[in-house]
């Protein structure tokens, strides 16, 4: 199967950089996109096409990518960054797959 | 305001059958692509089912392939997801997203309890 995987949680002081990372042979080949999700709420779309920021996601967030690994770096970090991220990307056979999460930790 | 709106879950038996549906609004439904994506309490997200504009194309992840089936009206602005057979493991809200550089618009989800 395939399978990306992050760490599970980051921890990062106010106004610190954050980066969280996403592996899988997938990625060699896909796009990631990177999803933010807060308690009890639905997840949001904060990155797409590795690099892309949609509209309205504010531009301390950024992507990048290097072979096997996609990075969401974010700069700045501020208490509303708390929060669960997961990649996800396109697989074979028209499926997708989602990233094990990540839990960012604003201290 | 676009918007996607999940309805139609609840607590249901093993075995036991279930129609999901999310109704859109906001925007034109029928050019995206649609898909279901489910969290199991406390875990991460699932990619469940897609279905194309015209439902040219469907697709399903294995864990459901054969118990759900997906489908839509683009005269009503619906998705919906068909389950049956539904088993312990099947409880998780079930989000319904739209398919556009990314899953752009997500509703705000319906809880499954199979139990």
């Known amino acids: 199967s395939h399978e990306l995987t992050q760490p599970p949680s980051v921890s990062v002081s106010p106004g610190q950089t954050a980066k969280i990372t996403c592996s899988g042979d997938v990625l060699t080949k896909q796009y990631a996109y990177w999803y933010q999700q807060k308690p009890g709420q639905a997840p949001i779309l904060v990155m797409f096409?590795?690099?892309e920021r949609p509209s309205g996601i504010p531009e301390r967030f950024s992507g990048s990518t290097s072979g096997t690994t996609v990075t969401l770096t974010i700069s700045g970090v501020q208490a509303d960054d708390d929060a669960d991220y997961f990649c996800q990307a396109s697989a074979p056979g028209g499926s997708y797959v989602f990233g094990t999460g990540t839990k960012v930790n604003v201290l | 305001e676009v918007q996607l709106v999940e309805s139609g879950g609840g607590l249901v038996k093993p075995g036991d059958s279930l129609r999901l549906s999310c109704a859109a609004f906001g925007f034109t439904f029928s050019p995206y692509g649609m898909n279901w994506v489910r969290q199991a309490p406390g875990k991460g997200l699932e990619w469940v089912s897609t279905i194309g504009p015209s439902s040219g194309y469907i697709f399903y992840a294995d864990s459901v392939k054969g118990r759900f089936t997906i489908s839509r009206d683009n005269a009503k602005n619906v998705v919906y997801l068909e389950m049956q057979t539904l088993r312990v493991e099947d409880t998780a809200v079930y989000y319904c997203t739209r398919e556009a550089e990314g899953m752009d618009v997500w509703g705000q989800g319906t809880m499954v309890t199979v139990s």
């Open positions: 096409k590795d690099t």
